[in-house]
């Protein structure tokens, strides 16, 4: 899995690509906790919900997009 930093709060994930459509992130302990986490996860966990309940974030997949374009995190070509 390939770390991706995510450019609003600067969490760190693990991502890796199946398809284009197909994206699997491993939240990693720093990113699901602050200071230094991710906001969204840190207010989940705050109002009595599951960590893993939080399904999306514009800003990482942002990050996820540019480290595609930018060649850091592969797509497989057979797919």
């Known amino acids: 899995m390939t770390p991706v930093v995510c450019g609003e709060c600067g969490a760190r994930v693990l991502c890796e690509k199946f398809s284009p459509a197909h ?3 491993q939240w990693t302990d720093e990113a699901a906790v602050l200071p230094g986490g991710c ?11 599951p960590s ?28």
């Open 52 to 79: 893993g309940g939080v399904r999306s974030c514009g800003a990482l997949r942002e990050g996820i997009e540019a480290a595609v374009l930018e060649g850091r995190l592969e797509v497989p070509a057979d797919v």
């Open 39 to 49: 906001p969204r996860i840190a207010a989940a966990v705050a109002a009595g919900l």
């Open 23 to 25: 994206t699997q992130i």
